[in-house]
């Protein structure tokens, strides 16, 4: 079993950024994948971005390149999400996702395990 859990969120002016951390117990998750996911009200939930466990391979959004920064602190079973340039569209809760295997994948359906969320909310 693995338990996560993501802090960093909150209110914040458009143009402004956040820095989610999301804390992984239960089991060394060096060689998994981690994602994080976003769901708006009335949205499905997104992949927003994605890591291997050796940070090899990255995947990103159209909509958050340039200004999202996805990382990962395996000595600290840690994974980050900086988010720079934030917009009003951004708002949602953010959610961190661990799936078993190396490899990044975008589904939500692909992963095992998820964080309760943390709300973010960009106001214009």
């Known amino acids: 079993q693995v338990q996560l859990v993501e802090s960093g969120g909150g209110l914040v002016q458009a143009g402004g950024s956040l820095r989610l951390s999301c804390a992984a117990s239960g089991r060394a998750f060096g060689n998994y994948a981690m994602g994080w996911f976003r769901q708006a009200p009335g949205k499905e939930r997104e992949s927003v971005a994605a890591?291997?466990?050796?940070?090899?391979?990255?995947y990103y959004a159209d909509s958050v390149k340039g200004r999202f920064t996805i990382s990962r602190d395996n000595a600290k079973n840690t994974v980050y999400l900086q988010m720079n340039s934030l917009k009003p569209e951004d708002t949602a809760v953010y959610y961190c996702?661990?799936?078993?295997?190396?490899?990044?994948?975008?589904?939500?359906?692909?992963?095992?395990?998820w964080g309760q969320g943390t709300q973010v909310t960009v106001s214009s």
């Open positions: 996702a661990v799936k078993g295997g190396a490899l990044v994948r975008t589904k939500p359906d692909a992963y095992d395990y």
């Open positions: 890591i291997s466990w050796n940070a090899g391979s990255i």
